[in-house]
């Protein structure tokens, strides 16, 4: 998996690329904590270019999540189809934020601010 970073303001934008399985996981996971502990507080996944999620992907983005401060926040964007039914089944889409497009997330953090 390819990961891009983009920062606009105090917000880190991380584009996926490709599958996060097995084998990415750990490397994407030790990428967030990673950010996490120099102190970004904002991030915002960019999944729009993500093709595969498995459940190490999922398990992944759960620690990512309660990696953060109570002061932080992880938004999810741009889900495909794959993605978003394994949120609904799996049942992050409801404790998890998601906004559609990178833009609706940096004004979400922008307001929170």
């Known amino acids: 998996?390819?990961?891009?970073?983009?920062?606009?303001?105090d917000i880190k934008i991380l584009h996926l690329r490709g599958r996060l399985d097995l084998a990415a996981a750990p490397a994407f996971e030790s990428r967030v904590k990673l950010l996490i502990s120099s102190g970004e507080k904002k991030i915002?996944?960019?999944c729009r270019d993500l093709k595969y999620v498995s459940s190490s992907g999922i398990g992944a983005f759960v620690t990512c999540a309660k990696g953060l401060s109570p002061q932080g926040k992880?938004?999810?964007v741009a889900l495909n189809q794959h993605v978003a039914s394994?949120?609904?089944l799996t049942g992050l889409s409801r404790?998890?934020?998601?906004c559609k497009t990178?833009?609706?997330?940096?004004t979400r953090l922008s307001v929170n601010a």
């Open 44 to 46: 915002v996944l960019d």
């Open 95 to 98: 404790v998890l934020t998601i």
């Open 86 to 88: 394994l949120f609904e």
């Open 1 to 9: 998996m390819e990961t891009l970073e983009e920062n606009v303001g």
């Open 102 to 106: 990178k833009e609706d997330a940096v």
């Open 74 to 76: 992880l938004i999810f």
